[in-house]
């Protein structure tokens, strides 16, 4: 018997915002030393008789991860209590959404080994965060409320998922729009994007589905796909060996690489959800939605394919120039004035995810901070293939230039870096060189003529590196069987 796998995921992001979703305390990055219970008040550890106001920029940042994801931004929000008891939860409740979410029916176009999918988005919702236990060494356990509050978008997809491969692409292609979007900050070591994945098997042809289990705290795409992996595989063991699947909450153990039960599943109304009576229904302005959906950017997937058929680059490149919208922008920028000046695309796709992807990554500079426009790098390109410089000069000037913002014009003369490709000029070089080592002339003469790298690498010494190898190379061999032709 052949079984298929079902796969849904519940993503929960921290919306990047400046304050919680319901105070006005600041959101901190968890950097891991925050001092723990500073960025608290009295509406997000629950104090009586405060009252919890709406963040306005979160329901806008959640409105445009839903129009991003093709949904239907309800008119009418309503926020809901979710009744549970938690150490970390202080209300007793969570404020959440339920039966009016933020967003409804909508999908995430997703690449899945080279074919396109449509992986259905069931709802986003709008939600707070929890605070932390902290289990110390001697047993007893700390909370910390920092996080409390924090805002969060809820994505719940449909079932639509059959592989560990399209959950991966899923995931990573989630995270990708939301970092894009500015929504969330995409560090998942800090937490700020978590997964629980629902998970069935069913014999293969089956319309109905199985019964499924929920597993909780995959933290990473690693503990995702490798927790759906081994929940697939557990489930087809149990139903060959002839069990039942018990619909349960499971734990991921990250050590051991296996699920464990956690709990029998809760429903909805275990949670008692309920209107919450202290914030009134949240009315969506058509003009509001509308002026979201203008903001909506060509998202990276759609991108990449406009990329790779406009400028015909790399693939490769392509998904690393459409990391955020500020690179693309750039690259567009540039590869546009590189066609003008007949110069290859790919080439400027090299230059930005090589050398300046480099010298970013050692600065820590943004792409939008950098003194190096478009422009320049673009003439510098220029003097590259006009052959003034060499690839190693280039590149020099490259790192001159980004720390200086000088014209790469100025800074090939400043530093003297003018490659030598006249053959008069460095014809006399080359007579000195070879009339200075009748050592390696006679290695040469013998045969061993890969001795003519050596000969170019003291020509480059000789010229501090500005001779064009090419030219060296070609004036050394004449210069070499001319001493032949002489022995
Ligand atoms: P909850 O987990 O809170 O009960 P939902 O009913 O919204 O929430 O479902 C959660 C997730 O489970 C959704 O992503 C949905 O696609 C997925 N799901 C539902 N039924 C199955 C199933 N039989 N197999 C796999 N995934 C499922
Ligand atoms: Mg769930
Ligand atoms: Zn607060």
């Given at each position: 018997?052949?079984?298929?796998?079902?796969?849904?995921?519940?993503?929960?992001?921290?919306?990047?915002?400046?304050?919680?979703?319901?105070?006005?305390?600041?959101?901190?990055?968890?950097?891991?030393n925050?001092?723990?219970?500073?960025?608290?008040?009295?509406?997000?550890?629950?104090?009586?008789?405060?009252?919890?106001?709406t963040?306005?920029?979160?329901?806008?940042m959640?409105?445009?991860?839903g129009?991003?994801?093709?949904?239907?931004?309800?008119?009418?929000?309503?926020?809901?209590?979710?009744?549970?008891?938690?150490?970390?939860?202080?209300?007793?409740?969570?404020?959440?959404?339920?039966?009016l979410?933020?967003a409804?029916?909508?999908?995430?176009?997703?690449?899945?080994?080279?074919?396109?999918?449509?992986?259905?988005?069931?709802r986003?919702?709008?939600?707070?965060?929890?605070?932390?236990?902290?289990?110390m060494?001697?047993?007893?356990?700390?909370?910390?409320?920092?996080?409390?509050?924090?805002?969060?978008?809820?994505?719940?997809?449909?079932?639509?998922?059959?592989?560990?491969?399209?959950?991966?692409?899923?995931?990573?292609?989630?995270?990708?729009?939301?970092?894009?979007?500015g929504?969330?900050?995409?560090?998942?070591?800090?937490?700020?994007?978590?997964?629980?994945?629902?998970?069935?098997v069913?014999?293969?042809?089956?319309?109905?589905?199985?019964?499924?289990?929920?597993?909780?705290?995959?933290?990473?795409?690693?503990?995702?796909?490798?927790?759906?992996?081994?929940?697939i595989?557990?489930?087809?063991?149990?139903v060959?060996?002839?069990?039942?699947?018990?619909?349960?909450?499971m734990?991921?153990?990250?050590?051991?690489?296996?699920?464990?039960?956690?709990?029998?599943?809760?429903?909805?109304?275990?949670?008692?959800?309920?209107?919450?009576?202290d914030?009134?229904?949240?009315?969506?302005?058509?003009?509001?939605?509308?002026?979201?959906?203008?903001?909506?950017?060509?998202?990276?997937?759609?991108?990449?394919?406009?990329?790779?058929?406009?400028?015909?680059?790399r693939?490769?490149?392509?998904?690393?120039?459409?990391?955020?919208?500020?690179?693309?922008n750039?690259?567009?920028?540039?590869?546009e004035?590189?066609?003008?000046?007949?110069?290859?695309?790919?080439?400027?796709?090299?230059?930005?995810?090589?050398?300046?992807?480099?010298?970013?990554?050692?600065?820590?500079?943004?792409?939008?901070?950098?003194?190096?426009?478009?422009?320049?790098?673009?003439?510098?390109?220029?003097?590259?293939?006009?052959?003034?410089?060499?690839?190693?000069?280039?590149?020099?000037?490259?790192?001159?230039?980004?720390?200086?913002?000088?014209?790469?014009?100025?800074?090939?003369?400043?530093?003297?870096?003018?490659?030598?490709?006249?053959?008069?000029?460095?014809?006399?070089?080359?007579?000195?060189?070879?009339?200075e080592?009748?050592?390696?002339?006679?290695q040469?003469?013998?045969?061993?003529?890969?001795?003519?790298?050596?000969?170019i690498?003291?020509?480059?010494?000789?010229?501090?590196?500005?001779?064009?190898?090419?030219?060296?190379?070609e004036?050394?061999?004449?210069?070499?069987?001319?001493?032949?032709?002489?022995?």
């Amino acid at each position: 018997m052949e079984y298929e796998a079902v796969i849904g995921l519940e993503v929960h992001a921290q919306i990047h915002t400046h304050s919680k979703m319901f105070c006005s305390c600041p959101v901190k990055p968890d950097t891991g030393n925050l001092e723990p219970n500073t960025y608290v008040c009295p509406i997000c550890l629950a104090l009586p008789g405060t009252l919890p106001v709406t963040n306005r920029h979160a329901v806008e940042m959640g409105m445009l991860a839903g129009l991003a994801l093709n949904c239907t931004i309800n008119p009418v929000n309503v926020f809901s209590r979710k009744s549970y008891f938690y150490p970390d939860l202080p209300k007793g409740y969570q404020i959440s959404q339920y039966d009016l979410p933020l967003a409804v029916n909508g999908y995430l176009e997703v690449e899945v080994e080279g074919e396109r999918r449509k992986i259905g988005v069931h709802r986003a919702h709008l939600e707070e965060d929890t605070g932390k236990l902290y289990h110390m060494e001697d047993g007893s356990v700390m909370v910390d409320f920092n996080r409390a509050g924090v805002p969060l978008l809820e994505i719940v997809s449909e079932p639509d998922m059959h592989s560990v491969a399209e959950v991966q692409a899923y995931a990573t292609a989630l995270h990708e729009v939301l970092v894009y979007l500015g929504i969330n900050s995409g560090d998942m070591e800090k937490g700020v994007m978590r997964f629980e994945a629902n998970v069935s098997v069913r014999p293969q042809g089956q319309e109905e589905l199985g019964t499924r289990t929920e597993i909780k705290n995959l933290n990473s795409f690693r503990a995702l796909t490798r927790g759906v992996a081994y929940e697939i595989e557990r489930q087809i063991e149990v139903v060959e060996a002839g069990g039942a699947i018990l619909q349960q909450t499971m734990g991921w153990d990250e050590s051991e690489e296996r699920t464990y039960p956690q709990r029998s599943k809760e429903f909805a109304h275990d949670y008692r959800y309920f209107p919450e009576p202290d914030i009134p229904p949240l009315e969506i302005e058509t003009a509001w939605i509308e002026q979201v959906q203008a903001q909506v950017p060509e998202l990276p997937l759609a991108k990449k394919r406009r990329l790779i058929a406009t400028y015909d680059i790399r693939p490769y490149d392509a998904n690393l120039l459409v990391s955020t919208q500020a690179i693309a922008n750039y690259f567009e920028t540039a590869a546009e004035q590189a066609r003008e000046a007949s110069i290859a695309p790919q080439e400027v796709a090299n230059w930005i995810t090589g050398e300046l992807f480099r010298l970013m990554n050692e600065s820590g500079q943004e792409i939008t901070e950098l003194s190096v426009t478009p422009e320049k790098l673009i003439d510098l390109i220029k003097l590259r293939e006009a052959g003034t410089v060499s690839v190693t000069a280039a590149k020099q000037v490259l790192s001159e230039i980004f720390e200086t913002g000088e014209e790469p014009k100025e800074a090939v003369e400043r530093l003297g870096l003018v490659q030598i490709s006249d053959t008069d000029a460095l014809a006399s070089v080359v007579q000195k060189v070879v009339a200075e080592n009748p050592t390696q002339v006679g290695q040469y003469l013998e045969g061993k003529t890969q001795v003519i790298g050596w000969f170019i690498g003291q020509v480059m010494k000789a010229t501090r590196g500005k001779a064009n190898p090419q030219t060296a190379r070609e004036l050394l061999q004449h210069e070499l069987e001319q001493a032949r032709s002489e022995a």
